[in-house]
T-cell receptor, first 110, second 114 residues
């Protein structure tokens, strides 16, 4: 059963704090993604990773960076979080032409 | 610029009724179109995928159509159940993207009432 996991599921941070969102997949997929979902908008692509240490910016990379040191793990990092980064963040991995999504992390920046 | 538009934004139906959700897009070149169901606070679950120029699919009470010439898709839900309450998201694959870039609609929020 193909699975994408995300930790934590819920997170509250203060403005200026650093944030680390973790994503894991057990399918050995090469390509992974980070998205954010805001009310009234479709998912927006933050970063794509097409393998270990091979990352590309998506449509809204500003304020974010990523790290992929192992194929099965893909991290999203917010250095000095801002209130406008309050959102639900989804990780996905791609295999057999299909993207598999994690359950999401709800981040609130106060 | 929004490349995938869904309508209606929200919809309330009574249990047992049928409903139709619409998706129009401008993604070019388009590859496939997929409908996802997203329960509140959960991730996206794929319902069906359409790939041909004029395609139809069926998955239980869910059926979908795609017309690539019109860049239009519909999702039909037959005999709705309370568990169908969710947001339904239309997603179009970009054939010009080697990394499988997807374009997401904002979703239609469906509420099924007793």
């Amino acid at each position: 059963d193909m699975k994408v996991t995300q930790m934590p599921r819920y997170l509250i941070k203060r403005m200026g704090e650093n944030v680390l969102l973790e994503c894991g997949q057990d399918m050995s997929h090469e390509t992974m993604y980070w998205y954010r979902q805001d009310p009234g908008l479709g998912l927006q692509l933050i970063y794509i990773s097409y393998d270990v240490d091979s990352n590309s910016e998506g449509d809204i990379p500003k304020g974010y960076r990523v790290s992929r040191k192992k194929r099965e793990h893909f991290s999203l990092i917010l250095d000095s979080a801002k209130t406008n980064q309050t959102s639900v963040y989804f990780c996905a991995s791609r295999g057999l032409g299909e993207q598999y999504f994690g359950p999401g992390t709800r981040l609130t920046v106060l | 610029k929004t490349q995938v538009e869904q309508s209606p934004q929200s919809l309330v139906v009574r249990q047992g009724e049928n409903c139709v959700l619409q998706c129009n897009y401008s993604v070019t070149p388009d590859n496939h179109l997929r409908w996802f169901k997203q329960d509140t606070g959960k991730g996206l679950v794929s319902l069906t995928v359409l790939v041909d120029q004029k395609d139809k699919t069926s998955n239980g009470r869910y059926s979908a159509t795609l017309d690539k010439d019109a860049k239009h898709s519909t999702l039909h839900i037959t005999a709705t159940l309370l568990d169908d309450t969710a947001t339904y998201i239309c997603v179009v694959g970009d054939r010009g993207s080697a990394l499988g870039r997807l374009h997401f609609g904002a979703g239609t929020q469906l509420i099924v009432i007793p």
